[in-house]
């Protein structure tokens, strides 16, 4: 659907779902008239629908519900989504309706995949382990076994999903002298390589593999990719049944690519270790992963970073306001020229 943009401003008021730092919220405000409610959890139902009708702009991140139940019959002409993923978001509903979507790719890249690697070096290394031990006050002197862990040198490193932030994290395993095997777009065993797997071959060393002989043959697994309707639950029980004896998985994209439930299990047997960024119903953490040493739990942080997340506030500001002019930002999903 192509969407007619207007030289004349076509939005006047915006609600920013979370704080704005104060010199982009007067940016904004010079466009359209802002209103800020700052939450630490998603707002219910029918306060999304009061803002859906009352707002032409919203600027949401992650934990806003965006969906046909939300937006049908409000006055919503544009969404500004503060992440790169936008599964909270009903965007065939958005693009039906005209209504533009932007998000915020290319700025969160480096500090997600810093993230992903810090929790896989905490899982070999046993970082929290040891931390409490310490504060318990456990620790009598050297032991020779004490916290032993895994090296990462030499090891396979296996990537689901050579986005961008899968190629950051190439770049930092590459770091660590680890053998790089991926997988992306088609996961099945019949895959056909292209020109890109030639260049990440070239840049990463990095060798294309199918889904499963990637969870099969892998000491470290990385969760990079989006969750839509071909990821949802594309870790399921028989690739975590695939995987070595105390291999690590870390999942830093979203908690819906893995069945939870099958995650939970082959933690609770002690047959894997895992780093957790991301949950299925997020801020809902399974109760049987809370008193387990062999998973890290983390509270979606991938992007936060004080300078990450001034860049995503920054991105989707000015996409809102080049928008609110008639002008195409480069971030937006639905992309239209200018008529």
Known sequence: MRIRHSM????????????LPGDLLNKLGQFVKVEVIDRTQPLPLNKMQELAAAFDVILSEPQDRLDRQTLAGGKVKMIAQRAVGFDNIDFEYCKEQGILVANTPGV???????????LFLACARRIVEADKYVRAGLWNGFENELMLGHE????TFGIVGMGRIGKEVARRAQAFDMRIIY???DYSDSFKSDEKDLELQEKYGACRVSLNTLMRESHFISLNCPLNKDTAGLIG???IALMKDQAILVNTSRGKVVDEAALVKALVEKRIVAGLDVFSYEPNVPEALIKLDNVVL???IGSATAETRLAMARLAVDAVIMAAQGKPAANLLNQSPIL
């Open 183 to 185: 997988t992306r777009s």
């Open 8 to 19: 004349q401003p076509i939005f006047h008021s915006a609600v920013s779902l979370g704080k």
């Open 108 to 118: 969160l890249d480096k500090a997600t995949a810093d993230l992903t690697f810090s």
């Open 152 to 155: 990462t040198c030499g090891k």
């Open 237 to 239: 029980a028989e690739q």
């Open 298 to 300: 983390a509270p979606h």
